[in-house]
């Protein structure tokens, strides 16, 4: 199963649809928050799962701040990165994906792209999609049964 990885998007839509046009044919999306009324507007405007968490920037929306989704019997945390204060490190992100028994973490909000494994915990942030001096990117998770692989990507 191929994956689109976006976050950070903050209302930056044309941005996203690019992201989906240089990522075509995925099977699935997901939005690591900051963006939540952007990943509506996606999931009208694709016909495909669209699987959303939201962050500290999305006042108001109606998505969890924290999933564990499933995906080829792999599991998923999928959190903003907020609450785990990620931009002071990632030990408490990733002592809550080794509690869940999570193969991979994905997380936003730092709008930097990072991808590292730990102990066989893949790390991954694909970036952000606004223009903040920093390059625009995204990520492309491939899911089977046997493994997991990523990529991050520039626009």
Same mark, same amino acid.
């Given at each position: 199963? @191929? ?83 990620? @931009? ?13 028994? #999570? ?27 606004? @223009? ?17 692989? #990523? ?5």
């Amino acid at each position: 199963m @191929k994956v689109l990885v976006i976050s950070d998007t903050h209302g930056n839509f044309p941005s996203a649809l690019t992201a989906c046009d240089l990522a075509e044919p995925f099977d699935a999306l997901i939005h690591l928050g900051d963006g939540c009324g952007d990943a509506d507007l996606l999931r009208s405007a694709l016909d495909i799962p669209v699987i959303a968490v939201s962050g500290n920037c999305d006042v108001g929306i109606n998505a969890p701040r924290e999933l564990l989704w499933e995906c080829e019997g792999k599991k998923f945390l999928l959190v903003h990165g907020d609450i785990y204060r990620v @931009k002071s490190g990632l030990a408490l992100l990733e002592q809550r994906a080794r509690e869940l028994g #999570a193969d991979a973490v994905l997380y936003g909000h730092t709008h930097v792209a990072m991808q590292e494994e730990r102990s066989g915990l893949l790390i991954l942030n694909p970036g952000t999609l606004i @223009k903040s001096g920093r390059f625009q990117s995204y990520a492309i998770l491939t899911v089977d049964t046997d493994s997991i692989s #990523a990529r991050i990507l520039e626009i």
